[in-house]
Nanobody, 123 residues
Framework: QYQLVESGGGLVQPGGSLRLSCTAS????????VGWFRQVPGKEREGIAC???????KYADSVKGRFTISRENAKRAVYLQMYSLEPEDTAIYYC?????????????????WGQGTQVTVSS
């Protein structure tokens, strides 16, 4: 079974930036659309960004204009560059292959999630 590993989270002040990484082991990530998701305790997991196989991005309204998703197939990696972070962005961030190749909608293809990476935005 494929596995995606998230990294790059941390503590950042409001207005700051972070870049999250999602790397794949033992499978060819370039054949999949990949999404980023986040979850706050007590709330449903939210799909916030997705990149298609062709490299076309899609964003949730909550992050549009502040986050940028990209992929580097040679490194089996997908990145989420986050700018202008707000306390409301505090969550555990996960990546997963997307159920829909064109990222419409942003929805995970699996119910099996990795550990995620914690992002905390606080002064």
């Amino acid at each position: 079974q494929y596995q995606l590993v998230e990294s790059g989270g941390g503590l950042v002040q409001p207005g700051g930036s972070l870049r999250l990484s999602c790397t794949a082991s033992e499978f060819t990530l370039e054949y999949y659309a990949v999404g980023w998701f986040r979850q706050v305790p007590g709330k449903e997991r939210e799909g916030i960004a997705c990149i298609s196989v062709a490299g076309s991005p899609k964003y949730a309204d909550s992050v549009k204009g502040r986050f940028t998703i990209s992929r580097e197939n040679a490194k089996r990696a997908v990145y989420l560059q986050m700018y202008s972070l707000e306390p409301e962005d505090t969550a555990i961030y996960y990546c997963a292959t997307n159920a829909y190749a064109r990222c419409s909608p942003i929805r995970s293809s699996t119910d099996s999630w990795g550990q995620g990476t914690q992002v905390t935005v606080s002064s």
